[in-house]
């Protein structure tokens, strides 16, 4: 049942991704209307956004909340459409989906420290950067090899679909063994233990609520009180590696911004405190800048 679950669920996902965005996008509009309709998380959503925006007005809250859904329904249809590119990332290329603004910063971290650090957050579509790769950079190219770009996932709780979407995440990834760019969260603290000295880019989302059992510490985020995991800095801090943050921001539909915002060149020399809460302060900026591109459904604050 496993086998028949995922193969039908790649096919449906392989047919549409292989038509053009712009229908992909109707699937992203119907995605929407249906979690509008069904209320998907609706008091997550409501209650993260209010809470973040006090100053907003009922009225503003609610053309929020609809937004939200709006952004979500991209999300789902430029998943769909980047899980059925071509390893050899010309389609996505072509399309100008995603353009980093400063390859050469990462690049001079890559070559100033052991490893790079890089921190993500639930903003905009952060399952594009498996296609890092492949990203309109202008002159510059990345530093570092494919295979020394590592990103960690949280594994899903249906076999079937973390299948899936371990398939659609690593699409443009023209390694055969093509997982092993994949570090399951709880291996990553071994993996980078057993890896710190071979000169790869661990990227990691850094902004989930704390896994049971993790070391975790509070920060400020969006005006309230935030717990966060601190492995990652903890590692960095460890094994002298730089930190940076990948801010992201939608240009235009179907466009993204990624840039590099160094937080320590050497986080071994950088207090544990400062670095989360730089991290944090660089997340707020790019959800403040595009409100409805955050994660808002994420139960991030689910203890206060």
Same mark, same amino acid.
């Given at each position: 049942?496993y086998?028949?679950?995922?193969?039908?669920i790649?096919?449906?996902?392989k047919?549409?991704?292989?038509?053009?965005l712009?229908c992909n996008y &109707?699937v992203?509009?119907?995605?929407?209307?249906c979690c509008?309709?069904f209320?998907?998380?609706?008091?997550v959503?409501?209650?993260n956004i209010?809470?973040?925006?006090?100053q !907003?007005s009922?009225?503003?809250?609610g053309?929020?909340?609809r937004?939200?859904?709006?952004?979500?329904?991209?999300?789902v249809?430029?998943?769909l459409?980047?899980?059925a590119?071509?390893?050899?990332g #010309?389609?996505?290329r072509d399309?100008?989906?995603?353009?980093?603004?400063?390859?050469?910063?990462?690049?001079?971290?890559? #070559?100033?420290s052991p490893s790079?650090?890089?921190?993500?957050?639930?903003?905009c579509n952060?399952?594009?950067?498996?296609?890092?790769?492949?990203?309109d950079?202008g002159d510059?190219?990345?530093?570092?090899?494919?295979?020394d770009?590592?990103v960690?996932?949280?594994?899903m709780?249906?076999?079937v679909?973390?299948?899936v979407?371990m398939?659609?995440?690593?699409?443009?990834?023209?390694?055969?063994?093509?997982y092993?760019?994949?570090?399951e969260?709880?291996s990553?603290?071994?993996?980078?233990?057993?890896?710190?000295?071979?000169h790869k880019v661990?990227?990691?989302?850094?902004?989930?609520?704390?896994?049971?059992?993790?070391?975790c510490?509070?920060?400020?985020?969006?005006?309230?009180?935030?717990?966060?995991?601190?492995? &990652?800095?903890?590692?960095?801090?460890?094994y002298?590696m730089?930190?940076?943050? !990948?801010g992201? #921001?939608?240009?235009?539909?179907?466009h993204?911004e990624?840039?590099?915002?160094?937080?320590?060149?050497?986080?071994?020399?950088?207090?544990?405190?400062a670095i989360y809460?730089?991290f944090?302060?660089?997340?707020?900026?790019?959800?403040?800048?595009?409100?409805c591109t955050?994660l808002w459904?994420h139960?991030?604050w689910k203890?206060?």
């Amino acid at each position: 049942m496993y086998k028949i679950g995922y193969y039908l669920i790649r096919v449906l996902m392989k047919a549409l991704g292989s038509l053009p965005l712009r229908c992909n996008y &109707a699937v992203g509009r119907f995605v929407a209307w249906c979690c509008r309709v069904f209320h998907y998380r609706y008091d997550v959503v409501l209650t993260n956004i209010s809470r973040s925006f006090p100053q !907003l007005s009922y009225g503003e809250v609610g053309k929020a909340v609809r937004d939200f859904y709006d952004s979500l329904g991209q999300i789902v249809a430029e998943c769909l459409w980047f899980g059925a590119c071509s390893v050899d990332g #010309r389609r996505f290329r072509d399309s100008g989906m995603c353009t980093f603004t400063n390859m050469d910063e990462l690049n001079r971290l890559y #070559r100033v420290s052991p490893s790079v650090m890089l921190l993500s957050a639930h903003v905009c579509n952060w399952e594009l950067t498996g296609g890092i790769m492949h990203f309109d950079c202008g002159d510059a190219r990345p530093a570092f090899a494919e295979s020394d770009a590592v990103v960690s996932y949280k594994r899903m709780k249906s076999r079937v679909w973390d299948r899936v979407m371990m398939d659609n995440r690593t699409a443009l990834i023209a390694n055969p063994d093509r997982y092993a760019n994949l570090v399951e969260s709880s291996s990553l603290v071994r993996y980078i233990a057993s890896n710190h000295d071979k000169h790869k880019v661990f990227q990691m989302i850094a902004d989930q609520y704390p896994y049971k059992g993790a070391a975790c510490m509070d920060v400020d985020f969006m005006g309230q009180t935030t717990k966060t995991m601190t492995a &990652a800095g903890r590692l960095a801090c460890k094994y002298g590696m730089s930190v940076a943050y !990948l801010g992201i #921001r939608r240009v235009s539909r179907g466009h993204y911004e990624y840039t590099v915002h160094t937080i320590a060149d050497n986080a071994s020399q950088m207090p544990l405190d400062a670095i989360y809460d730089k991290f944090y302060d660089l997340v707020r900026q790019d959800v403040e800048a595009g409100p409805c591109t955050y994660l808002w459904s994420h139960k991030r604050w689910k203890k206060r």
